[in-house]
């Protein structure tokens, strides 16, 4: 059955899911190494060396498919959201 209805989407909002999903990926796969992935986290992203991020399950590089920028922009607004 179809609906008549018009679904609408938002490219920020998949873009904000996207992003969330691949930083819980990340964290997950750096603390499986024994890592501290907070502080991985945060070196790669204040700094945009790679080195910063394991290997371990593709990491690296599903992070770095993503903009810095944007991450820290998903990071404050989830914050401000749990706080306000």
Known sequence: MHSNTTSLFSVEELDEALIARTLKEVYE????????PVNQLVGY???????????HR????????????????V????YFDKIL
Do not use: C, T
């Not at 590089?61 to 810095?68: M, P, T």
């Open 29 to 36: 796969a750096i603390e499986e190494r024994g890592h501290n």
């Open 75 to 78: 990071l404050v607004r989830d």
């Open 45 to 55: 992203i204040m700094s945009g060396d790679p080195g910063y991020i394991s290997n």
């Open 58 to 73: 593709e990491a690296r590089s599903k992070i770095s498919k993503l903009d810095r920028a944007k991450i820290i922009d």
